[in-house]
């Protein structure tokens, strides 16, 4: 919709969150509120999209970097309708329709914005979004005609008992031509009882001089506003509910769909299975046949065909497990590969590594990648076998089909089909720990006797 602007309003301070971060900054399923608004919109490929900000601009400016918007200031804010105006000299020269919404209205979509402008061919010279929640509250009301013609548009604080009874809400979106958007701003006065530039007051001048505005309905959840940390809880919730129902239709199992949570770009193949108490992080990719097993936190992470995850398994970001390969109970993984059919079944920590396919980590194996300064590479070869509790201090290179016997520490590398065994020399005393225990005994009655 290249005839298309966007302004979003992310001007408020929102205090009710009690944060540093600003509100609009707040993640959803790992995803910044503001960013899930943007993306939908871009779906519509606007020709321009302004943000207002106001407090804390520099956080939204650093958030933005790199994507096509512009941010201007509110200062003062002085409401709404004044907040949008502000966005005027940043659409200089565009000609077309202007959407002007709310950044702490995240789940918004394209569709709905398209059935929105559409409105606009209708004859209307003004649309706006309304909806019917299960309870008003303190909404702003929207006196409609059957046919969705406005005939007023009210605060609550403004509205009328009788107004008040009206279950039609105004989610705060609204869209008109450029042609009508700025003379009705700027138009807008302050003449209410917070003393403020009312957005809505755009339709109330639209009707006050005889141009038609209409009401697009949609539902509640799209238009939930979040302004505080329960209500962003809310939104979580919500957004979790949709993505394991897309999971699941898409051929994924959820045991327990209630205790997965997935993040707004988790990929998921078909037919894998996905045990309670899963956590997806963002930058996960799951392909087809996979089962993750309970109580694992994967993030940033790519999982072959075949491959099997936990319970109890974390995967950090740069971790890539190969086509049928295993991790088990307390394996974390981070920048490692490991190869196809390669298994790392227990308590072992796999970083900056490569691991050959159908190598086996045997439990206790640790790749110590850090010397406090630097991290460094262990390169594992294929069918190589490294034996419980073993250390190797990279950089370091295991050879294929190399074993590294129980308990050693490596430092060197290992060629291949070699044995390394690196351990101190045990040595061996006959009748020692009897003796010491028998003298040991012996003190304990001693001891015993004096105290009598």
């Known amino acids: 919709m290249t005839d298309l602007a966007v302004i979003i309003l992310a001007a408020g301070k929102g205090t009710r969150m009690k944060s540093d971060l600003h509100k609009v900054l707040h993640p959803i399923a790992g995803k910044p509120m503001l960013l899930h608004l943007l993306d939908s919109l871009a779906e519509l490929g606007p020709a321009r999209t302004v943000i207002v900000a106001g407090d804390r601009r520099e956080q939204l400016d650093e958030a933005l970097e790199g994507r096509e918007v512009t941010t201007v200031l509110q200062e003062p804010q002085l409401g709404t309708a004044h907040a949008a105006l502000q966005a005027r000299d940043a659409l200089a020269g565009f000609a077309g329709h202007i959407l002007v919404c709310f950044g702490d209205v995240p789940m918004v979509r394209s569709e709905t914005v398209r059935r929105l402008t559409g409105a606009l061919d209708d ?18 009301r929207i006196i409609a005609e059957p046919d969705g013609t406005v005939r007023k548009m009210v605060e609550y604080k403004d509205a009328s008992a009788a107004e008040r009874a009206v279950d039609l809400c105004n989610s705060g979106l609204i869209v008109a031509h450029s042609d009508d958007m700025w003379p009705l701003l700027a138009a807008v006065g302050n003449d209410n009882a917070q003393g403020e530039y009312y957005l809505p007051d755009v339709a109330t001048g ?6 038609r505005v209409c009401v697009v309905e949609t539902d509640p959840a799209e238009v939930a506003g979040i302004n505080s940390r329960a209500e962003l809880a809310a939104a979580e919730a919500q957004f979790q509910q949709v993505k394991r129902a897309e999971a699941m239709a898409a051929g994924a199992t959820l045991r327990a769909p209630e205790t997965v949570f997935f993040s707004c770009d988790t990929e998921l193949g078909r037919d894998v299975t996905i045990d309670p108490n899963v956590v997806f992080g963002p930058g996960v990719r799951v392909a087809d046949n996979v089962h993750i097993k309970s109580f694992c936190h994967i993030e940033g992470a790519h999982i072959a065909s075949g491959a099997q995850v936990g319970p109890f398994a974390r995967l950090r970001p740069g971790a890539v497990m190969e086509e049928d390969s295993f991790v088990g109970n307390f394996v974390e993984m981070k920048k490692a590969v490991l190869g196809k059919g390669a298994k790392a ?21 640790i790749t110590c990648n850090y010397d406090g300064y630097f991290k460094y590479q262990t390169v ?14 990279a950089p ?26 690196v351990r101190a020399e045990q040595f061996v005393k006959d009748g020692w720990a009897d003796r010491f225990h028998d003298t040991m005994r012996k003190k304990k009655e001693a001891g015993k006797k004096e105290s009598k």
């Open 123 to 140: 004859r209307a010279s003004v649309a706006v979004l309304g909806f019917r929640p299960p309870d008003a509250l303190a909404y702003g």
């Open 206 to 211: 639209a009707i006050a001089r005889g141009d």
């Open 345 to 365: 079944s227990h308590l072992s920590y796999i970083g900056d590594a490569s691991v050959g396919a159908h190598a086996n980590i045997g439990a206790g194996t």
């Open 380 to 393: 594992i070869g294929e069918r190589a076998f490294i034996g419980s509790n073993s250390a190797l201090i």
């Open 396 to 421: 370091v290179t295991i050879g294929a089909d190399a074993i590294v016997a129980a308990g050693s520490t490596v430092s060197r590398d290992v060629a291949a089909g070699e044995l390394r065994m």
